[in-house]
Antibody, heavy 119, light 107 residues
Framework: EVQVLESGGGLVQPGGSLRLSCAASGFSFSNYAMSWVRQAPGKGLEWVSGIDGSAINEYYADSVKGRFTISRDNSKNTLYLQMNSLRADDTGLYYC????????????WGQGTLVTVSS | DIQMTQSPSSLSASVGDRVTITCRASQSIANYLNWYQQRPGKPPRLLIYPASSLHSGVPSRFSGSGFGTDFTLTISGLQPEDFATYYCLQSYSAPWAFGPGTTVEMK
């Protein structure tokens, strides 16, 4: 059974850092690109970042470029999102997804991990 | 960057109704268009990719059409579990972008 499980969210002060993890199981992780998508409270979905299966190509939304870094460890079947210089508008539920086509067409998602940026 | 718009932002409908949601891209994206459904408190669910192909396990009452800049999602015979928010997503070029969403509410 395909599963992805996000973790690492929490409360952080503006300007702080957080690293999210996404543990994958039930599929050949290195064969799939992965993406992070977030959702601010009561708002719509926003694509944040994506990475191909070999970790050669990384992609970022303009809103996080230069502050967030996506990475993956295929030996541990885990996806990461390092988030630095966090702002209040980064608050939201962060989902990771497995891409079945390209980097962003995701068929399996976790339940999300909540990031709250507040003083 | 490619911008996505959706209309309407919300609609009220009854079980059994036919519902159509429109998505427009700011430039041509060929057929690189995904449709997702999101129920409250749940992650997104892939319905259609690309543009008109139903994802595995999605009921046939869902259909998609369009090419270039204009796309539609149609639900033929709305069911109780279909009351949700629907998002389009362009997968043509990075940075990829969702539309703002269309909420289908019970009349």
């Amino acid at each position: 059974e395909v599963q992805v499980l996000e973790s690492g969210g929490g409360l952080v002060q503006p300007g702080g850092s957080l690293r999210l993890s996404c543990a994958a199981s039930g599929f050949s992780f290195s064969n799939y690109a992965m993406s992070w998508v977030r959702q601010a409270p009561g708002k719509g979905l926003e694509w944040v970042s994506g990475i191909d299966g070999s970790a050669i190509n990384e992609y970022y939304a303009d809103s996080v470029k230069g502050r967030f870094t996506i990475s993956r460890d295929n030996s541990k079947n885990t996806l990461y999102l390092q988030m630095n210089s966090l702002r209040a508008d980064d608050t939201g539920l962060y989902y990771c997804g497995r891409a079945i086509f390209g980097v962003v067409t995701c068929d399996y998602w976790g339940q999300g991990t909540l990031v709250t940026v507040s003083s | 960057d490619i911008q996505m718009t959706q209309s309407p932002s919300s609609l009220s409908a009854s079980v059994g109704d036919r519902v159509t949601i429109t998505c427009r891209a700011s430039q041509s994206i060929a057929n690189y268009l995904n449709w997702y459904q999101q129920r409250p408190g749940k992650p997104p669910r892939l319905l259609i990719y690309p543009a008109s192909s139903l994802h595995s396990g999605v009921p046939s009452r869902f259909s998609g059409s369009g090419f270039g800049t204009d796309f539609t999602l149609t639900i033929s015979g709305l069911q109780p579990e279909d009351f949700a928010t629907y998002y389009c997503l362009q997968s043509y070029s990075a940075p990829w972008a969702f539309g703002p969403g269309t909420t289908v509410e019970m009349k």
